[in-house]
């Protein structure tokens, strides 16, 4: 875990602190993304505040898995992914220096921001915390609610502007890599979901893939545009299992014994329908597999093959 220790190691108590309010991703989907950003100043309170969530979020990070469409993380783990394999330098360039015209000198440069980004500055290292923003920084937020504390026994109102920032980061960057704590967050700022579209497109492309179907109509129709069946029509593609005669074969051959309800023609391919296209986004992804030990059939999430 390079990165994980790389972090570890930065001294955060004594990193210059720099917070970006973030808005975007503009422009087509399938666009490279546009950001536009603003730069605030901050109490030693709020860098002390950044600084503790930095801290805080590097030590309960016990495993680093690697990302994937289907890969997920819990409270303990974090995802690993390459920062070149996303939009990321996009967002780095918008936010890379500290300039007067892009300092915040108004509060409406702060609202609606989507994200903020604080910087963690130790010598020539860049490290990134980056959370997307709750509803308070939402000018209809700040509109329909009064802002009160409590002090003295009483509660008294406070009209100055309310932003929140949050105990967590969705992802941290450094150097080349990106550590993810919420994986939605990630593909949402970074526009991930728009790369996984134009892979869909590259594999209803594929000559190899349109092969092994009667008619992909009624699959494509039921991958669509839900961000799930994308993910999982993206890791079909990166598997390729469909691209191996072998594992065709077999599944052929044993298909009902793992109940699944599949169809073939006589040439052996599949017959796509509505009521099939589960089946078959579940066998091309090899996600139902038998226990050597109890011998029962599980569905799984995500497959990591063992070298024995």
Not at 54 to 62: G, K, V
């Amino acid at each position: 875990m390079p990165i994980l220790a790389d972090l570890r190691a930065l001294n955060v108590e004594g990193a210059e602190v720099a917070l970006w309010t973030v808005r975007g991703p503009r422009g087509a989907a399938n666009a490279v993304p546009i950001y536009s950003g603003r730069w605030v100043e901050t109490t030693d309170g709020v860098d002390e505040a950044l600084k503790a969530t930095l801290s805080s979020d590097l030590e309960r990070i016990e495993e680093v898995l690697d990302y994937g469409l289907l890969a997920q993380n819990n409270e303990a783990s974090a995802l690993l992914v390459q920062a070149d394999e996303t939009h990321l330098a996009h967002l780095l360039e918008e936010i890379v220096a500290e300039t007067v015209l892009k300092k915040a000198v108004q509060v409406r440069h702060l609202q609606n921001a989507k994200f903020y980004v604080a910087k963690f500055i130790v010598g020539q290292q860049i490290a990134y915390g980056i959370r997307k923003t709750d509803p308070t920084w939402k000018t209809r937020k700040a509109r329909s609610v009064r802002n009160v504390f409590f002090q003295d026994e009483r509660l008294a109102i406070d009209d100055r502007p309310h932003f929140e920032l949050s105990r967590t980061f969705d992802f941290i960057v450094l150097g080349g890599e990106i550590l993810i704590l919420n994986k939605r967050a990630f593909e949402s700022i970074l526009r991930h979901k728009a790369a996984q579209r134009e892979d869909f497109q590259e594999l209803q492309a594929e000559a190899e893939f349109h092969a092994i179907f009667v008619n992909v109509a009624p699959l494509v129709g039921y991958i669509g545009d839900n961000k799930i069946q994308l993910r999982r029509a993206c890791a079909i593609r990166a598997k390729g299992h469909y691209r191996d005669e072998a594992f065709m074969e077999r599944l052929r051959e044993t298909h009902a014994e793992y109940g699944f309800a599949l169809q073939f023609d006589d040439d052996g391919k599949i017959i796509a329908t509505p009521e099939t296209c589960a089946d078959i986004m579940k066998a091309l992804l090899d996600h139902r597999l038998r226990s050597g030990f109890s011998t029962l059939i599980y569905d799984v999430q995500d497959t990591t093959p063992v070298n024995i």
